[in-house]
């Protein structure tokens, strides 16, 4: 079974509307073989902040070493987002496997009028993979109320109820009271129910459950004290200060502080808002009952570095600072009231809001949560999607509920320009109301449109298959793809838009085969000679149907996208922090005129190729000199192996490796980069002289991307499944550049966010990092498509392991690393690391030379 064969079965479920009751999802397990039985499991309810509170405790829970499950609801851009295994989405192929096992199922209930749900299958399906990954813990997002949520299938070590407002009346009940009791319902048979509930939510609670603990803040007004007080320190850039204390209830674990059992959690969060601080209470305490349940070593760190990781798009995710652009999936009045409390942080002169709601929602309850708010203007939207509420009707209730002046646009992306080009500098667009109308305006920020070279037929074919594109299209479609071919995704309706203005334009536009469903992003394939689409740009920059981006994003793909021996163009991202106009800026920097040679000096023991070599700082003086003779401008230091099985180095002793060296060495014509994955370390080698950050881990040190920003110094940041890499890791790519580029395109705009512009970021594949050599070849052969980032790109393929597929090895594959050398060069790379700079240094200058010939004749 193809992925879009599956993907079109289980979205046809979405016709059939939720139910109460657990039986149709028991059932749907025991056909499955009761996967959810051996499973151990939090499950976390509540109106606001589920999905925040759950990712918390995934991440503290990985942060202590833990293999873990996350299952969460609705997805942004791809339904595989809602089963993650740590932090990857489930596979394409392990989707088209589970519909394998379960299609025939579904038809013979379905016989019967019995056909289970969207919700109840993809349940079943996060439950299915978690088991099959063998997962040390699964963490679920309850999806509507709890009793009867399909998730309470499970029989959760550790359950949570996060807050609780008025929200699915028709399901829940009337009240709070009412809806509160409801949720209740996931409370576990032997540990406490957490919750950060009051009022009369906290009562009803209580009148169902004998055992809770309770998480407030310092406003708690109940008559007995909170089990856990959180106090909320405020902003700092864009993080928020926190500190959790506990009397001892909720479990103890190593690593606490205190006596008798008390414990405390210092930290920051990149989720702003005192509601979130409340949320990452309530994941403390779920993550230390948790590690009790297990015996896991938990330490107090782990916690505070777990939730400094927890990243979650769309909530009060803030994407631009001139003006202040923030995207808030708030969807309900009492998450909107959170988003105006939290914009009460920032400064700014006027508010533009662009709208988007569900049908189902409180519409008007949302537009009077922003009456006090000064909004300037709203822009009323309709996400693209089918139960999406009207431009008129939201428009509406925000002209009664707000002084604003109000106007419409149907298309997101076209509603969020219009408030864009409207504000000034010192101004804020904030997107609300729904994760649908926040998914639609992200894409703005995060999605790459790759050019891919296609040399023949079968190259098209290729492409095509990778995008999901029907059989009978793609035989259709493959003998026009031997022209320019591009690759980007948009919502349904937008690509057969799209496919229209090609065509009529004389090139081709295949669509995936799920751009029948109209609620998915689905990939669409461009194909078409240059001129055609210069035509379609500038058919494009003056429509309003959310198409209008698209232009600036083809014409960077196709100005972006480097020569041989270019310098990577960096395309414009519109809204990204500290860019110039082009989203680049000349700094200076060896990549910027062409593929730079970094060489490595390794100053440890046990480097897989080099170690111990140069431990001593006068033989690493002699070695970066005769580097930089031969033609090396980087000189990359590093004081940890990373290598297969390698041993994590302490923090101090890291420092005291390298800073000695980078002293020694500063005086020499090159620049200087520090090899580590640590902050603290970046931080030293940064003040004895590096000007470079090369990270390994892809800033899993929360600390990392603000030393850089701080410092003003470019960084690289690969694509890392872990650093050191375990060698029993086994990894599953769909396809293993797609995988990396929408990774990287991630933790890209996490390096925006904390100052530095795309010019400075460097990505890097990863070449061997929990890859195969064929997935690590795969890569260095389409490393032209990760042009589509925008940023410039690094290559480390040096001496590695993968060379044994082409039976490399002689001399440490040296003969191997050269010619990979100049094949990288010649796909773009921007910056080749080696060990050996006089070889590979004559690699790039051949390929240079083969590519512009004049740039050598004096």
């Known amino acids: 079974m193809e992925f879009h064969e599956a993907a079109d079965f289980l979205f046809d479920l979405r016709r059939f509307a939720p139910r109460p009751g657990l039986a149709p999802t028991r059932e749907l397990l025991a056909h499955l073989g009761d996967p959810h039985e051996d499973l151990l499991c939090v499950q976390v309810a509540g109106s606001n902040g589920k999905g925040s509170t759950a990712r918390m405790v995934e991440r503290a829970l990985r942060e202590a070493g833990l293999s873990v499950g996350l299952y969460t609801s609705p997805h942004l851009d791809d339904v595989r987002e809602r089963v993650r295994v740590d932090g990857r989405p489930i596979t394409e192929s392990a989707v088209a496997e589970f519909v394998g096992e379960f299609r025939e199922y579904a038809t013979e209930q379905a016989a019967d009028g019995q056909s289970p749900t969207f919700f109840e299958t993809v349940t079943a399906m996060a439950c299915w993979e978690f088991d099959r990954q063998d997962v040390d813990v699964a963490v679920l997002e309850v999806g509507i109320g709890g009793t009867l949520d399909a998730t309470s299938v499970v029989d959760p070590a550790a359950s949570a109820i996060t807050a609780v407002t008025l929200e699915h009346t028709?399901?829940?009940?009337?009240?709070?009271?009412?809806?509160?009791?409801?949720?209740?319902?996931?409370?576990?048979?032997?540990?406490?129910?957490?919750?950060?509930?009051?009022?009369?939510?906290?009562?009803?609670?209580?009148?169902?459950?004998?055992?809770?603990?309770?998480?407030?803040?310092e406003d708690w007004t109940e008559s007995e004290d909170p089990d856990v007080t959180v106090r909320y320190g405020g902003r700092e850039g864009l993080e928020a200060a926190v500190e959790i204390e506990s009397d001892g209830t909720g479990g103890d674990s190593d690593g606490a502080s205190g006596s008798d059992g008390a414990w405390s959690v210092a930290t920051h969060l990149p989720l702003l808002g005192a509601h979130q601080a409340r949320n990452a209470g309530v994941a403390a305490v779920l993550v230390r009952q948790v590690a009790d349940r297990l015996d896991a070593d938990l330490s107090t760190e782990a916690v505070a570095r777990g939730f400094r990781n927890a990243h979650w798009p769309g909530r009060f995710e803030v994407m631009g600072r001139d003006p202040l652009v923030v995207l808030d999936g708030a969807h309900n009045p009492g998450g909107c009231e959170a988003t105006v409390d939290v914009l009460e942080s920032f400064d700014y002169d006027d508010l533009y809001l662009v709208a988007g709601a569900m049908t189902d929602k409180d519409h008007r309850g949302i537009a009077a949560a922003f009456g006090d708010?000064?909004?300037?203007?709203?822009?009323?939207?309709?996400?693209?999607?089918?139960?999406?509420?009207?431009?008129?009707?939201?428009?509406?209730?925000?002209?009664?509920?707000?002084?604003?002046?109000?106007?419409?646009?149907?298309?997101?992306?076209?509603?969020?320009?219009?408030?864009?080009?409207?504000?000034?500098?010192?101004?804020?667009?904030?997107?609300v109301g729904s994760l649908y109308a926040v998914a639609e305006a992200r894409t703005r920020w995060v999605r790459p449109t790759v050019s891919t070279r296609v040399d023949s037929v079968a190259d098209a074919r290729e492409t095509l298959d990778r995008a999901h594109v029907a059989e009978v299209d793609a035989a259709d479609a493959s003998g026009d793809a031997v022209h320019r071919v591009l690759r980007t995704r948009l919502r349904p309706r937008q690509a057969r838009r799209l496919q229209s203005e090609l065509r009529a334009l004389g090139g081709e536009c295949a669509l995936s085969a799920l751009a029948d469903q109209d609620e998915e992003s689905v990939d669409a394939v461009l194909m078409a000679t240059r001129s055609q689409f210069d035509r379609l740009v500038a058919g494009l920059a003056d429509r309003e149907d959310g198409l209008e981006p698209l232009a600036d994003e083809i014409r960077g793909a196709l100005d972006g996208t480097p020569g041989p021996n270019e310098p990577t163009a960096v395309a414009t991202r519109g809204g990204a922090f500290g860019a110039g106009d082009d989203g680049s800026a000349d700094r200076g920097y060896p990549w910027e005129d062409g593929t730079a040679v970094m060489g490595i000096l390794n100053i440890t023991p046990d480097s897989f190729h080099d170690g111990g070599e140069y431990n001593s700082v006068a033989d690493a003086?002699?070695?970066?000199?005769?580097?930089?003779?031969?033609?090396?401008?980087?000189?990359?230091?590093?004081?940890?192996?990373?290598?297969?099985?390698?041993?994590?180095?302490?923090?101090?002793?890291?420092?005291?490796?390298?800073?000695?060296?980078?002293?020694?060495?500063?005086?020499?014509?090159?620049?200087?980069?520090?090899?580590?994955?640590?902050?603290?370390?970046?931080?030293?080698?940064?003040?004895?002289?590096?000007?470079?950050?090369?990270?390994?881990s892809g800033l899993e040190d929360p600390e990392m991307r603000l030393?850089?920003?701080?410092?003003?110094?470019?960084?690289?940041?690969?694509?890392?499944?872990?650093?050191?890499?375990?060698?029993?890791?086994?990894?599953?790519?769909?396809?293993?550049?797609?995988?990396?580029?929408?990774?990287?395109?991630?933790?890209?705009?996490?390096?925006?966010?904390?100052?530095?512009d795309r010019s400075q970021i460097l990505v890097d594949p990863g070449l061997g990092f929990g890859k195969s050599a064929v997935e690590s070849f795969e890569l260095l052969g389409r490393l032209d498509e990760l042009a589509a980032l925008g940023c410039p790109i690094l290559v480390g393929h040096s001496r590695k392991s993968m060379f044994e597929l082409t039976e490399g090895g002689r001399e440490g594959a040296l003969d191997e690393t050269v010619a990979g050398t100049a094949l990288a060069a010649e796909r773009g790379a921007d910056v080749i690391r080696v060990h050996d700079a006089h070889e590979n240094v004559a690699a790039v200058r051949v390929a240079r030379a083969a590519a512009d010939p004049d740039r050598f004749d004096d």
């Open 170 to 217: 028709d399901l829940l009940g009337d009240t709070v009271g009412e809806i509160a009791r409801d949720k209740a319902g996931v409370a576990p048979a032997d540990a406490p129910l957490v919750t950060a509930a009051t009022g009369d939510a906290l009562a009803a609670i209580r009148d169902e459950v004998d055992d809770v603990v309770t998480v407030a803040d």
């Open 621 to 696: 003086r002699e070695r970066a000199e005769r580097m930089v003779e031969a033609g090396v401008e980087i000189l990359d230091i590093g004081g940890e192996s990373t290598r297969p099985g390698g041993e994590p180095v302490p923090e101090g002793e890291e420092i005291d490796r390298v800073v000695p060296v980078i002293e020694a060495i500063a005086d020499l014509d090159a620049m200087i980069s520090i090899d580590t994955r640590k902050a603290a370390v970046a931080r030293a080698a940064l003040d004895a002289g590096a000007d470079l950050l090369n990270d390994v």
């Open 707 to 756: 030393v850089a920003a701080e410092y003003d110094a470019p960084v690289v940041v690969m694509h890392s499944i872990e650093a050191p890499v375990d060698p029993t890791t086994t990894v599953e790519y769909d396809d293993v550049v797609d995988d990396v580029i929408d990774y990287l395109a991630e933790r890209v705009l996490l390096a925006e966010k904390a100052g530095l």
């Open 373 to 431: 708010a000064d909004l300037a203007r709203v822009v009323a939207c309709r996400p693209d999607h089918d139960r999406a509420e009207s431009v008129d009707v939201i428009a509406r209730v925000f002209a009664e509920e707000t002084e604003a002046a109000v106007d419409t646009h149907e298309a997101v992306a076209g509603a969020l320009d219009r408030a864009l080009d409207a504000a000034g500098p010192d101004d804020a667009v904030v997107v």
